[in-house]
């Protein structure tokens, strides 16, 4: 069995990831912590566990973390990975990290993003883009990887095929992104009654995902790309969907890309391509780890529309997590997962 | 007291029209008629207007209707419209057509999109776009006014001035729509458990609004305008917001594109223009006809973008054909539209 | 023109009554109060406001107070209506209510479920209770006027008939309420997550209307009633549904318990005695200033079961109170409440 | 690994049921039936099952089911379990029908609740009705499991102890509860714009699960037992909320009656006695196959108050279902139920 510590435990990841890891059969979650919840048992900071985990929230110390666990998972809202990765991975724990703080691999644009330095440049080079499908060896054999953002799983499954494939213009990529309340998580705040029977954007000035679109499409592609992208919330809990708009390159027709992503994702059991567009919905996708994908073009226009729907508690940051601790650990990389789960 | 008949009036168009009318103050609503509920009392089909209106839905009959009404407001799905509105207008009637039959000046276009001949192409000529704010002299003298889509509305009003202050390019237009189930109307059959905690594209290849939002670009610029539009279901009842992605001409800045708005609308009561991108929501329009609005520019990559909120059984269907009939008739062009109404 | 002051103005209630009173053909709102939003103007603080009232928020001064109105409503969620209305009063001025301070009649309730002393008893004998159905008379000549609480007007309006006709039993009557999120208020700080999908009963040790709604039975019927209230929270932004069980006297049959409602509101417009249980649905009252109500008898059980449905923030608030405002003033008792409204 | 079939079973029982099993590590789906699917693959018919079953629907064939699968899970909306069931069992198959076809002892019942004869009165006779909390054993040797009703689930697990106990009144207990859309089914045709924002009761004058209630009831305690039962609708998809108004026998106090439900269920995993009715909520149990209850007294009303949630799809439908299948094979119970699933 695998033991895990989860830090940072006491917020949505928190829950959604110990839902899983409880149900996960080679696993066992030996250590948790959580500053706001310390010394209170998990069923009574997260009602849905009661009967589920019997342990108690702790302060996080490294050195306790160290003996309890093989893997740390750090599921913090702040920077505090920051000062936590370098002790845990001297200890021989393997690490990976569903927050931000290793993902931008520019320390510059970090500063600029995450507003403040990044302390650890040595690990931010050396942590591993969590993104199974396009990093799975690499993955296998890291020591920290850092998961992805919700929006940027999204948006890379397809984009990264079509582009490799050159079918479409890598300059003038819009995103249009709407996500599900869970993905603002419960610090922001946001009440009912100021969501329900509302849409609006939001960070249209710019959103810290993108310089992490636009990093991993760069080196899949070995081109400079610049999106833009604008993130919209709709009141539902779970699920972000994307719809892209891009220019074909050359005669592009619509086999031609839907090829592109069959032939990606043929040995891929998490990335379905769909017929349609219309079929990239996020009923389909909510309570697993899939990424529907499709491609299109619409008719007159010329444009080519790339959809794509997850769920972002799962395959956008929890099960995604455990598919990368099912590849550090050599197990089943889907155990714990699930297919449909308790649908 | 203008007498108005309300034709095609028993599904949700008739709904919240009725709602208008029977709360407007110099207008008396004399007759109904729908095929499907023909016989049956207003309070029957529609319990909201329990209590408001005492009238029976007949069998439409053009002779009578001429004998009962100043106005006729058509609210048909189908293409019904083509046979009453020249027998109405002989008889001395203004006609507001809700339905979209005589928006698309083009009777190839109207062919392509609503799959059938347009048998009435002069008075396709004849009838007016009736979108206030661009048409409304043109409007006061109409005979037949051919009230326009809610898409169309939300769209149209934010980019026209701009594109006539020659800000942002014609070519390359994006607009991603998202609208509640009311404008998917009763007969789309969207169950609750198929559109709850769902959201999804549709009428991915092409939605006959485009054309129409097209030629009413190309009217009010003198420009040959192509859009990509993608629509989009979510799960609230009422409300579009379309987000609409640009490219500036020129060293355009914020301040200037947000200018072109504001002097636009200086003097419109119906438009309002937003600060913030992130203010234009549909929680401020639902419920009202207002049609909200703003302009910004996205930090590094270059593109504009543009914002627009409404509530499409208000401003994108109902409230605007009320609006239209005031207009017909020199009432107060905000009589029976009320403010913010009863919330 | 009535001119009207309204206090702790910021909030929900606020900006409902704000969105009536903007509409009202004989109302001038001339001043507005909020401790927390003193010095702001009223779009910036209630943006569904904007271009319709350009007035900023003050700091409460009973003295210009005085000066600027004929009327106050008091909108507070704490007790501060407590100092302000006998101030307000000695200035000559008439008011209205709308939170808790002055509906239960026993200084000791109002100890026990507010948790502090009442400062005013001598007003508090001489306020009458809103609910015109009930006290229209009394309200008209009135000074300071209580405005029921929201759960009291659903419960209340069913129930008074049927106990006053001596047909079901005063003893065993257990109520069963839902509320949407309006209902709680932005102060309960309900996030979206937490009851989107939810549905949870609160309050079940006792809720602080129960005893209101005792208070009137007792005084409409002359007996001493006890009642059982479960609240519940509901996902839906706006409305209350009311499930009464009660229990027969003697060989009471459903028509004899229908026409018991219908004749009791024959007269009244804001009442709706609907034919059947299933009709009673908040999407017939939400948006209005309607009551539906109805009575129904469960087939093998005995029990008789009423129902009732209202919008909690316009007849279980501020479309009443805008109600009793124009009896306070001899207006026609509709004006500014429509009749649907703008939908 | 157990070879089963479904019958009926492209609804959304089917579909909920067909998620679980492709997950259950001993069972294999060999063979399912749909009159109105039949010919089509799995994943066309049931989008979410894309990747995960790989299977046709078929037209149902006795012989094929028996040749086929060593369970049979009938899923109909009909009553066609009645010809099926026989034929089956007379093949060697174990049963479970997740229909309400066998759960009525009484075929006089039958008739007059399900309006037509029941054909199979022995049967009916035999037939186990599948609550493994109170019917373990006799469903372990069992060869016909009838799948009880979601709402008589909700409301057995927490009153039958309580009776037992002596501790509440059998006579005048009221049911007040509420379900998600998904209990509606796809059948019942319920649009989004008629149920979203909105709340209504349905089936007041009786509904078929109270009298599967009163029999369950009956044969706990050995008395008979009347209810009166009210189902609501509310906007949610999942989820059904009980709250059951009694009165207690004799000086109970809350601390007796609860410990009454902690006694009854200390072995039980899936039923969960919370301390508060306030914490028996939709969100704790909406994909689980957990009933939480509690229980309560109201200050003053002397009247005892039951809370009681579960999953109408799981615990209420598809994941018993599989309990009982666990339990008719002698497998884990818990197998392919997940403790929270894939959350």
Redesign the interface.
């Known amino acids: 069995m695998v033991r895990v510590a989860v830090t940072g435990a006491s917020g949505?990841v928190g829950e959604?990831l110990l839902?899983?890891l409880?149900?996960h059969p080679e696993v066992e979650v030996t250590y948790l912590s959580s500053h706001s919840s310390a010394g209170r048992p998990v069923s009574d900071v997260l009602?849905?566990?009661?009967?589920?985990l019997a342990i108690d929230f702790l302060e996080p110390t490294p050195g306790e973390i160290a003996g309890a666990a093989d893997v740390a998972i750090l599921a913090h809202k702040s920077s505090e990975s920051l000062e936590l990765a370098p002790q845990l991975l001297d200890a021989g724990l393997k690490i990976i990290d569903i927050g931000g703080e290793f993902r931008l691999k520019d320390p510059g644009l970090y500063r600029q993003w995450y507003g403040q330095e990044h302390t650890q440049p040595e690990l931010l080079a050396e942590a591993v883009y969590g993104l199974p499908e396009l990093y799975r060896e690499q993955i296998r054999s890291a020591r920290l990887v850092a998961n992805p953002g919700c929006y940027p799983t999204s948006v890379l499954l397809p984009l990264v095929p079509l582009l490799k494939a050159g079918l479409i213009d890598p300059a003038?990529i819009?995103v249009?992104s709407?996500s599900?309340?869970?993905g603002a998580g419960?610090t922001s705040?946001?009440?009912?009654?100021?969501?329900?029977?509302?849409?609006?954007?939001?960070a249209?000035?710019?959103h810290r995902h993108?310089p992490e679109m636009e990093q991993e499409l760069a080196a899949a592609t070995g081109q400079d790309i610049?999106?833009?992208?604008?993130p919209?919330l709709?009141?539902?809990?779970?699920?972000i969907?994307s719809?892209v708009?891009a220019?074909p390159k050359g005669d592009t027709d619509p086999a031609t890309l839907r090829r592109a992503l069959t032939e990606a994702y043929t040995e891929e059991?998490y990335v379905?391509v769909?017929h349609?567009?219309?079929?990239?919905?996020?009923?389909?996708v909510?309570?697993?780890?899939?990424c529907d994908i499709a491609v299109?073009c619409?008719?007159?226009?010329?444009?080519v529309?790339v959809?794509s729907?997850l769920d972002n508690?799962?395959k956008g940051a929890?099960?995604q997590a455990v598919q990368n601790m099912n590849l550090l650990f050599d197990l089943d990389e889907s155990a714990g997962?699930?297919?449909?789960?308790?649908?």
């Open positions: 949505l959604y839902r899983l409880v149900g009602p849905p566990l009661e009967g589920q003038g819009r249009s709407a599900g309340l869970t419960r705040g946001k009440l009912f009654i100021d969501v329900n029977e509302d849409m609006r954007a939001y249209v000035a710019g993108r610049r999106l833009t992208f604008v919209h709709i009141p539902v809990n779970r699920g969907l719809t708009f220019q059991h379905r769909r349609s567009g219309t079929d990239v919905r996020l009923a389909n909510v309570g697993t780890n899939y299109e619409q008719t007159g226009s010329g444009g529309l959809f729907a508690m799962l929890c099960s997962i699930g297919g449909l789960g308790a649908c």
